[in-house]
């Protein structure tokens, strides 16, 4: 398996929306060889569908590019939670409500989460998200794309089953 | 994969947004930063400028408190009046007072540099 597939990889929107599906793992996502399966965005909120106790879709626009992202917030309905303990899953729901009511239009929200695909589009189903205060916070956050893309991420050895 | 449907915010400063400019042209979608020069309560419409660049700002849609002298951020579409004069036709937009406009401008080309880079390599 490849070093970076459990890393929550920052990519900017221009290289993430190129993910490809890895036709041998439905979980993760291919970028250059390199299988990933999570990331991390951070931009400004600009598309936001909200429908409540089941999902929040919204937009996250870097600069380079937009990715839609996935918040569900049906944890205390969903069949997928069932046999979770009940004082968790009420934690989990809490947690995307708060989530949900801090993402609004023109927020800039650091995102983190699986990638998912959704018809044909890759996107992001949120794990945890972060409104910034600070005005020059999508500066770092390009730079850092920038060089972990050049240190790391095109430079990391890919694993090649035989 | 298929790319979402809406369009990003080319961002620009508002020094590079001149007639050449290939992001100076109707329906070009934007993000464009600088200090609220003027507000006009009655249109919503704002004046921002970067140097001696002076760009209109349609912000009938935003809730903000605008504040003469404040930096901000609009992310919208590039419109053209009937006089010629362009406003941008903002869909979001931020206080951003304490932006360091030079490093702004340094990490956009930095940005665009590494961007072409990453699109030549896909290609070649």
């Known amino acids: 398996m490849d070093s970076l597939y459990h890393t929550h990889v920052k990519l900017l929107a221009f290289d993430f929306i190129t993910l490809t599906p890895n036709p041998s793992d439905p979980l993760s996502f291919s970028r250059k060889g390199l299988s990933i399966s999570r990331a991390e965005t951070l931009g400004i909120v600009t598309c936001r569908e909200h429908k409540p106790n089941k999902f929040l879709k919204f937009t996250v626009d870097d600069g380079t590019g937009c990715i839609p992202c996935i918040l569900w917030l049906n944890q205390l309905s969903s069949q997928y939670f069932s046999r979770r303990n009940p004082s968790d899953v009420r934690l989990i729901a809490n947690a995307a409500a708060k989530f949900a009511s801090e993402v609004q239009l023109g927020v800039v929200a650091r995102v983190r989460g699986r990638i998912t695909a959704y018809r044909g589009a890759v996107q992001i189903t949120v794990s945890d998200v972060v409104v910034e205060r600070d005005p020059n916070i999508d500066i770092l956050h390009w730079l850092d794309c920038v060089k972990l893309a050049r240190k790391c991420y095109d430079v990391v050895p890919c694993y090649k089953p035989k | ?124």
């Open chain 2, 1 to 124: 994969m298929a790319s979402s449907t809406i369009s990003s915010g080319a961002l620009v400063s508002l020094e590079e947004l001149s007639s050449s400019s290939p992001h100076f042209k109707q329906g070009a979608s934007l993000r464009v930063t600088g200090k609220l020069q003027e507000y006009t309560v009655e249109t919503a419409i704002a004046v921002i400028v970067d140097g001696n660049v002076r760009l209109k700002i349609d912000t009938q849609h935003m809730k903000l408190n605008f504040r003469v002298g404040s930096t901000y951020q609009f992310i919208g579409e590039l419109l053209f009046e009937p006089s010629d004069e362009a406003i941008l036709k903002a869909r979001v937009g931020r206080n951003v007072d304490g932006i360091d406009l030079n490093l702004y401008k340094q990490s956009l080309q930095l940005l665009r540099v590494f961007q072409a880079e990453q699109i030549n390599g896909r290609t070649t």
